[in-house]
């Protein structure tokens, strides 16, 4: 009976399943006649409720059908009266509202100016019959025609809201305005609370109203100000437009704004991409651990002396970095002196194995440095430095270059290790 209830109606008042079936079925029985069996007559009920073969073989129902079709149609069973409630019908439901977002239906809801003059005269004729009014629209009509603009859009989009604060409540944690502490002002309006409310700031810049995600009316507001700031960037423009508004998602809609402008996107300025040199050989050939390092110095560091009154000492680290394999070695130094470099130099070499090449900052590369590394720069710069490192590896058989003078990048090696 269920299923000729369903077969009797139109596919498209019943949910998915069902009128996706329906619709198979009617499409092929465009010649068929259906017509309701009495389960009692029904052989096909037999097998569906289940039966042994000996109960097959002496039911007359099941060997020979039903007595009815050996008479005419006439006296066959007469059909039913047929379901109405069926619970696979689609349910329609209708919303209603007491409120209306007449912004939406406005054709200028994309130009804030427009809207703002579009209900600063529907303002004038709510309010005509309350005060006198002229002709020509006031900054008190434009100011109250705003109010009423943005009033109209927070009623239909934070109703929830909107009668909670009237209520004095507190707002629920689920929705999006609880974490701005909103209030609802003199005018109506909901605005950020915040905890501005000793500051010089003016009434408007303390508590922004608040606007909501992904309407017309905001989406307008915030083009108003970036035409009004000469196509300013995602900040300045954000921060203008917070010292009276508070869009909700503000940010990805700013920057959404900002990259659909046709005159910022012909305007933005496109960066020269500077061709890489090539890498130096020693980079790019395979070599053993520290065949070509390079050496720099990062610190000052300080540590505690043994002695509990004495005060902190400094100390160094010498970074010894691999061209190949960037392997980084550490050694640290009491001070930037000669034969402290050197001490560290031998360690290094008794540990990785004697270098071919050490590369190291040219002196030139400090000047101008922080005071910190003064010590480091007077040190490179000394001659008597320079002779000693020098004569330390001609006897090691090591061969020490140095950068070009104010090149800190060809030292990179050295410097993203620090």
């Not at 059909?79 to 406005?106: A, F, G, M, V, W």
Request: with cysteine; net charge positive; glycine share 4%.
């Amino acid at each position: 009976m269920v299923v000729l209830s369903w077969l009797r109606e139109l596919p498209s008042n019943f949910n998915i399943f069902v009128s996706n079936r329906v619709s198979r079925i009617q499409s092929l029985e465009t010649t068929m006649s259906w017509r309701y069996v009495p389960t009692k007559l029904n052989p096909a009920d037999i097998l569906s409720r289940g039966a042994t073969p000996e109960e097959l073989l002496k039911s007359p129902l099941w060997n020979s059908g039903p007595d009815f079709l050996l008479s005419e149609s006439a006296a066959w069973p007469g059909s039913t009266e047929y379901l109405k409630d069926l619970p696979e019908r689609r349910r329609n439901e209708l919303l209603t509202t007491t409120l209306t977002d007449l912004s939406i239906q406005c054709k200028y809801h994309n130009s804030f100016p427009k809207m703002q003059r579009i209900f600063a005269y529907i303002a004038k004729f709510l309010f005509f019959k309350l005060r006198g009014s002229s002709e020509a629209l006031t900054p008190d009509d434009i100011k109250t025609g705003t109010t009423l603009l943005i009033k109209n859009t927070q009623q239909v989009f934070f109703s929830e809201e909107y009668r909670t604060l009237k209520a004095n409540k507190a707002i629920p944690s689920y929705s999006k305005l609880s974490s701005l502490m909103p209030m609802v002002d003199d005018n109506g309006l909901i605005r950020v609370g915040g905890r501005l409310q000793n500051s010089n700031l003016e009434f408007h810049a303390r508590h922004p109203i608040i606007l909501p995600k992904n309407h017309p009316i905001t989406t307008s507001i915030v083009m108003h100000f970036h035409f009004k700031l000469l196509h300013a960037g995602a900040q300045c423009l954000l921060a203008a437009i917070r010292q009276q508004f508070w869009p909700i998602g503000g940010r990805k809609l700013v920057s959404s704004i900002i990259s659909k402008c046709v005159r910022c996107f012909r305007m933005r300025p496109k960066l020269m991409q500077h061709v890489m040199g090539n890498l130096p050989s020693d980079r790019v050939r395979p070599n053993r651990v520290f065949h070509t390092a390079g050496v720099d110095f990062c610190g000052p560091f300080y540590y505690k002396s043994e002695v509990k009154s004495r005060p902190p000492v400094k100390c160094y680290v010498c970074i010894f970095t691999c061209f190949s394999t960037k392997a980084t070695h550490l050694e640290v130094t009491q001070d930037l002196s000669t034969p402290s470099f050197l001490c560290a130099l031998r360690r290094f070499v008794s540990i990785r194995g004697k270098p071919r090449t050490i590369w190291s900052d040219n002196a030139t590369n400090f000047v101008g440095a922080k005071n910190e590394l003064n010590e480091l720069k007077e040190m490179f710069l000394r001659q008597s430095h320079l002779n000693a490192v020098h004569e330390q590896c001609l006897d090691d058989g090591i061969e020490w270059k140095f950068i070009l003078p104010r090149s800190p990048h060809f030292g990179g090696t050295q410097h993203i290790n620090m």
